[in-house]
């Protein structure tokens, strides 16, 4: 797994990227607060058989920020022009948290592109109260308040796995730049029912997985998603919450190395 950079057309700035492997194209997109790091278990596994491109997303990691007041549909742009620079045509996509949000995007608005998308721990259509909650959240963020406890709180149990997973994390929350999260956090806030509509025009293979215990990325909305989609498929994971890439290594990697063998044309399973 090496880590580079490139720099971007359009006033982009600058990418930074691990890649991984040969074979055909996998790219992976974190949530608010990683960085591409975060895939490390997913990246060693996938690049046995695939060419992984793990992403840093604007602001987080080697990547420059984008404008402050920025929505999702201009980290979607975002990423469209760093699979140009980096000559990626067809893919399959992946995207955590924001980074679901990113993937139903970018599969939505480019569909061409996209031979299937996988949605970890994605957020869909939040509730009134949710919504409040991570809108007041965002308002603190952006005002200066920076609590890595809270999140860790809600994103990991007690289990060793999980305070293991859970150490990690917590070194790149807080090293993480605050104006790069503080814009990637608000357009998250806002940004679950974006491309909510549009669902239902995904055509190629979709996998919504999630933990049992998120209380934000709920199995509700995976199973939403899947169902709303053409070709969709909802996985939960029993006994886990938000970073359940990192604390149910081998279950997501088998349900991700499953969705990769899935023919790209596939009558309704959902």
């Known amino acids: 797994m090496t880590l580079k950079t490139l720099q971007l057309s359009e006033g982009y700035g600058q990418l930074g990227y691990r890649e991984a ?3 055909d194209i996998v790219v992976l997109i974190h949530g ?7 895939w490390g278990p997913q990246i060693d596994a996938l690049s046995k ?3 992984v491109f793990a992403l840093d997303m604007p602001g987080h990691g080697l990547t420059s920020h984008l404008p402050e007041g920025a929505q999702v549909c201009d980290y979607v742009r975002w990423l469209r022009t760093a699979l140009q620079a980096l000559n990626l045509q067809k893919i399959s996509l992946a995207g955590h948290s924001m ?3 990113i993937a139903v995007g970018f599969t939505v608005t480019y569909p061409d592109m996209v031979e299937r998308v996988a949605l970890l721990n994605g957020v869909y259509r939040r509730d009134p109260d949710a919504r409040a909650a991570v809108e007041d959240r965002a308002a603190q963020i952006r005002a200066g308040a920076f609590d890595v406890a809270t999140p860790l709180s809600r994103w990991f149990g ?3 796995a999980e305070q293991d997973a859970r150490d990690q994390v917590a070194e790149w929350l807080g090293s ?3 104006a790069g999260y503080a814009t990637a956090y608000t357009a998250f806030s806002r940004g679950d029912t974006y491309y909510a509509d549009h669902v239902s025009g995904i055509e190629c293979p979709l996998l919504a997985l999630t933990g049992e ?3 934000n990325s709920t199995p509700a909305m995976s199973r939403a998603m899947a169902q ?5 498929h909802a996985v939960i994971v029993a006994g886990h919450r938000h970073m359940v890439n990192l604390t149910a290594v081998d279950t997501v990697n088998h349900e991700l190395e499953t969705w990769l063998s899935t023919p790209c044309a596939l009558s309704r399973t959902a």
């Open 21 to 23: 492997g040969e074979g």
């Open 32 to 38: 608010v607060g990683m960085q591409s790091a975060a």
């Open 49 to 51: 058989t695939h060419h």
């Open 99 to 101: 980074g679901a949000l």
């Open 158 to 160: 007690d289990s060793p």
């Open 176 to 178: 993480v730049d605050h």
């Open 213 to 215: 215990g998120d209380p």
């Open 228 to 232: 709303a989609a053409q070709n969709g």
